[in-house]
């Protein structure tokens, strides 16, 4: 659970951390912003180790960017 994110890359950080886990760097940051796995071996292995991680995130936004936006 992430309580307070208020950036996609905040966002980004927290799933790559729950859902595919143990990778880290610029191997879970290419598998969240691509789909794109070291290997399939390892997407199966990862998918299945993390098959019950639930991921939940409080976004945050200040009452002037909703304010600001044109609708």
């Known amino acids: 659970m992430a309580p ?6 905040e966002v980004k950080e927290v799933i790559g951390a729950a859902k ?3 990778l880290k760097g610029d191997a ?3 598998v ?4 794109e796995h ?6 199966s292995y990862l998918e299945e180790r993390n ?3 639930v991921v939940i995130i409080g976004i945050e ?3 002037q ?3 600001s936006k044109k609708y």
Not at 4 to 9: A, F, L, N, P, Q
Not at 32 to 35: A, F, I, L, R, S
Not at 38 to 43: A, G, L, P, Q, V
């Open 4 to 9: 307070y994110c208020e950036t996609v890359e």
């Open 20 to 22: 595919w886990r143990p």
């Open 28 to 30: 879970v940051r290419r």
């Open 32 to 35: 969240v912003d691509t789909g």
């Open 38 to 43: 070291i290997s399939e071996d390892t997407r």
């Open 51 to 53: 098959k019950n991680s």
């Open 61 to 63: 936004v200040s009452v």
């Open 65 to 67: 960017s909703i304010i």
